[in-house]
């Protein structure tokens, strides 16, 4: 058991991140806290990255327009977005198994499509 510096409560070590005083319940809250605080910074920061890796690395530039194929198929109607093909929810995200075929994909909520990144 381990008590959280911001909300003074006694939980369990899971409850917490490796090396954290927080809880990853009042973490996530301070993160995001954060993000919305800086959100300009933000945007800033992910518009640099993105232009960046699309001036040097050929594998973001493949993946990219696989992504923005696929979407411009769902925005004219050439494919519709599915339920989450493992528990049948509302699909938020699509995972491609492979960007060679950039509309070949698996249509999953949001916590089956970080199973299928992380498992």
């Excluded at 050929?58 to 990219?64: L, P, R, T």
């Excluded at 509309?103 to 498992?119: G, Q, S």
Aim: proline share 2%.
């Amino acid at each position: 058991m381990k008590t959280c510096k911001t909300c003074s409560i006694e939980k369990e070590t899971t409850d917490f991140y490796t090396n954290r005083a927080k809880c990853k319940s009042c973490y996530s809250n301070l993160v995001l806290n954060y993000r919305s605080a800086n959100i300009e910074k933000h945007r800033e920061y992910n518009a640099r990255y993105r232009r960046e890796q699309l001036a040097t690395n050929e594998e973001y530039k493949f993946k990219d327009k696989a992504r923005k194929k696929l979407w411009w198929a769902t925005v004219n109607g050439t494919i519709e977005k599915l339920p989450c093909e493992v528990c049948g929810s509302k699909a938020e995200a699509h995972h491609h198994e492979g960007y060679d075929k950039p509309l070949n994909v698996k249509w999953l909520c949001k916590t089956h499509h970080m199973e299928a990144h992380y498992v």
